[in-house]
């Protein structure tokens, strides 16, 4: 009777792995499949090397730079906050806070994350805008710079959080070695807690960037919808994810080539994610071993 048991559990819990499993592979199927058939009409390489695009347009050209460049240029800009801001406030908490102040902050923080992405781009769109007008008054009503910003403030949490987890993982007898050497506090924290938890961290850090890459609502409303090939954050931009959500919304007739873009645009994004990912699980094995 506890081997039946066992069994079951083992089956349950395999059965609940397989779904993750299943479901990514469905995701893969259906983007191939339309996918190919949006390359029977289109050239690869003028999609892959192009730069304009234009599918909704009377004179139609299918070259994916301009979202690609939009969608980098938002995280560029999201990781330049969250990544100094992230781990400052990580180094903070675990070196600096007593765990009282600590059980408040860390909940709070992760608040952040929390907060719908429909409100974060409005925030960006009528307050961070505004202000920045200000101070630049050649920066358009819809920009990469007050999305990209909104961004990185909503990406903190991932930062801070799995990076105060990895320093808080390092052994307590480096941090007193270190104190015995006669280290500060602050180079304790950052010339030898940071450099051991580099794996947590790095991780932390394209785990964020892959958050960034994949935003849509802040950047559909805040950043506008005109796909240029440029790196100038005071511009309009348009990203992968605006696009796919702009064409999904039911204008474009389906199964036409216009609606198999999305696809397409779909299976670079994920193609761009599934990079990062083994980017931070290479990272991550690396320096695993170099200080193990």
Same mark, same amino acid.
């Given at each position: 009777?506890?081997?039946? /048991?066992?069994?079951?559990?083992?089956?349950?819990?395999?059965?609940?792995?397989?779904?993750?499993?299943?479901?990514?592979?469905?995701?893969?199927?259906?983007?191939?499949?339309?996918?190919?058939?949006? =390359?029977?009409?289109?050239?690869? =390489?003028?999609?892959?090397?192009?730069?304009?695009?234009?599918?909704? =347009?009377?004179?139609?050209?299918?070259?994916?730079l301009?979202?690609?460049?939009?969608?980098?240029?938002?995280?560029?800009?999201?990781?330049?906050?969250?990544?100094?801001?992230?781990?400052?406030?990580?180094?903070?908490?675990?070196?600096?806070?007593?765990?009282?102040?600590?059980?408040?902050?860390?909940?709070?923080?992760?608040?952040?994350?929390?907060?719908p992405?429909?409100?974060y781009? +409005?925030?960006?769109?009528?307050f961070?805008?505004?202000?920045?007008? /200000?101070?630049?008054?050649?920066l358009s009503?819809f920009?990469?710079?007050?999305?990209?910003?909104?961004?990185?403030?909503?990406?903190?949490?991932?930062?801070?959080?799995?990076?105060?987890?990895?320093?808080?993982?390092?052994?307590?007898?480096?941090?007193?070695?270190?104190?015995?050497?006669?280290?500060?506090?602050?180079?304790?924290?950052?010339?030898?807690?940071?450099?051991?938890?580099?794996?947590?961290?790095?991780?932390?850090?394209?785990?964020?960037?892959?958050?960034?890459?994949?935003?849509?609502?802040?950047?559909?409303?805040?950043?506008?919808?005109?796909?240029?090939?440029?790196?100038?954050?005071?511009?309009?931009?348009?990203?992968?994810?605006?696009?796919?959500?702009?064409?999904?919304m039911?204008?474009?007739?389906?199964?036409?080539?216009?609606?198999?873009?999305? +696809?397409?645009?779909?299976?670079?994004? +994920?193609?761009?994610? +599934?990079?990062?990912?083994?980017?931070?699980?290479?990272?991550?094995?690396?320096?695993?071993?170099?200080?193990?």
């Open positions: 009777m506890q081997k039946i /048991k066992e069994k079951s559990i083992e089956a349950f819990l395999i059965l609940c792995a397989s779904i993750t499993v299943f479901t990514t592979l469905g995701i893969i199927v259906i983007l191939s499949i339309e996918t190919f058939q949006f =390359f029977r009409e289109v050239s690869v =390489f003028e999609f892959f090397t192009g730069t304009e695009w234009t599918p909704l =347009f009377a004179i139609k050209k299918y070259g994916i301009p979202l690609v460049a939009g969608t980098l240029l938002t995280t560029l800009i999201a990781i330049a906050v969250a990544l100094p801001l992230g781990l400052t406030i990580a180094v903070y908490l675990n070196e600096y806070a007593d765990q009282r102040l600590k059980a408040v902050i860390k909940p709070l923080l992760e608040i952040l994350a929390a907060i992405t429909v409100v781009g +409005f925030f960006a769109l009528t961070v805008t505004p202000v920045l007008q /200000k101070i630049i008054p050649s009503g920009n990469a710079l007050s999305a990209g910003l909104v961004m990185g403030v909503m990406i903190i949490p991932y930062v801070s959080s799995l990076s105060e987890d990895a320093l808080s993982a390092v052994p307590k007898s480096l941090r007193e070695a270190a104190y015995g050497m006669g280290s500060t506090r602050l180079q304790t924290a950052f010339k030898v807690m940071l450099p051991a938890a580099s794996s947590g961290v790095i991780v932390s850090v394209i785990l964020a960037i892959s958050r960034a890459i994949g935003e849509t609502m802040i950047v559909a409303v805040a950043a506008g919808q005109e796909p240029k090939f440029t790196f100038n954050p005071l511009q309009s931009i348009e990203t992968i994810t605006t696009y796919i959500v702009q064409v999904s039911g204008d474009v007739p389906q199964n036409s080539l216009e609606f198999r873009s999305i +696809f397409a645009a779909g299976i670079t994004l +994920f193609g761009l994610t +599934f990079i990062l990912n083994n980017i931070s699980y290479w990272m991550k094995q690396k320096y695993q071993q170099k200080y193990e």
